[in-house]
């Protein structure tokens, strides 16, 4: 258990429609990252944030948004959702902000249907 | 611009036989690179990470890899391949200034026989 705790484990859902993603890092951590794994693209980084600010952006979709809450729990929005969406999405978490002696932490993951 | 490649998407070997996992990487600068293991239905566990100095580095659960600037190869090895090894395997890179973004290779798939 890395301590990083994701809900909810499954989602399944119709095109068009948006869902949200949660994510709690362990405690202490700062930083909240989003990754997306699915079978064409493999696991691709989407964002991050740290103390509440976006860090660093990937291929993130513009359909997509994200949000780190002063709790520092953070939630992925996934609007307009098309049958592509469908993949695996992690949380991870870390104490900085860099690469650099900073492990990620990643939780369970949420598996996303869309039909 | 920076990418990692697993050339390997599946690799089998027998159980007490010796492993090894393939990573090469572009990426302009000195890397920072990292090994994770994705047992099924489960997350990813951090494997070993490599930063500076010695080009050997020592992780968990009896791994280890080699960083080869000149091959740009950052390969993965094992002595001897337990059956509870058997799982996917990413090597990713960091990059510098871009916050803690990580790449990922396509994952590399480890059978294990009996």
């Known amino acids: 258990d890395s301590g990083v705790t994701q809900t909810p484990k499954h989602l399944i859902t119709a095109t068009g429609q948006r869902v949200t993603l949660r994510c709690s890092p362990r405690s202490g951590d700062l930083s909240v990252y989003w990754y997306q794994q699915s079978l064409d693209q493999g696991l691709q980084f989407l964002i991050q944030y740290y103390n509440g600010e976006e860090r660093a952006k990937g291929n993130i979709l513009e359909r997509f948004s994200a949000q780190q809450f002063p709790d520092l729990h953070s939630e992925l929005n996934l609007s307009s959702l098309e049958l592509g969406d469908s993949a695996l999405y992690f949380c991870?978490?870390?104490?900085?902000?860099?690469?650099?002696?900073?492990?990620?932490?990643f939780g369970p993951g949420t598996r996303l249907t869309v039909l | 611009a920076q990418s990692v490649t697993q050339p390997d998407i599946h690799i089998t070997v027998s159980e007490g036989a010796s492993l090894e996992l393939r990573c090469n990487y572009s990426?302009?600068?000195?890397?920072?690179l990292f090994w994770y293991v994705q047992s099924p239905g489960q997350g990813l566990q951090l494997l070993l990470k490599y930063f500076s100095g010695d080009t050997l580095v020592q992780g968990i659960k009896g791994f280890e890899a080699e960083f080869k600037r000149s091959q740009s190869s950052f390969n993965l090895r094992k002595p001897s391949v337990h059956w509870s090894d058997a799982a996917e395997y990413f090597c990713?890179?960091?990059?510098?200034?871009?916050?803690?973004?990580?790449?990922f290779g396509q994952g590399t798939e480890l059978s294990v026989k009996p």
């Open positions: 990426y302009g600068a000195t890397p920072y």
């Open positions: 990713a890179v960091g990059i510098y200034n871009q916050g803690g973004k990580l790449i």
């Open positions: 991870a978490s870390s104490v900085f902000q860099g690469v650099r002696n900073n492990e990620q932490f």
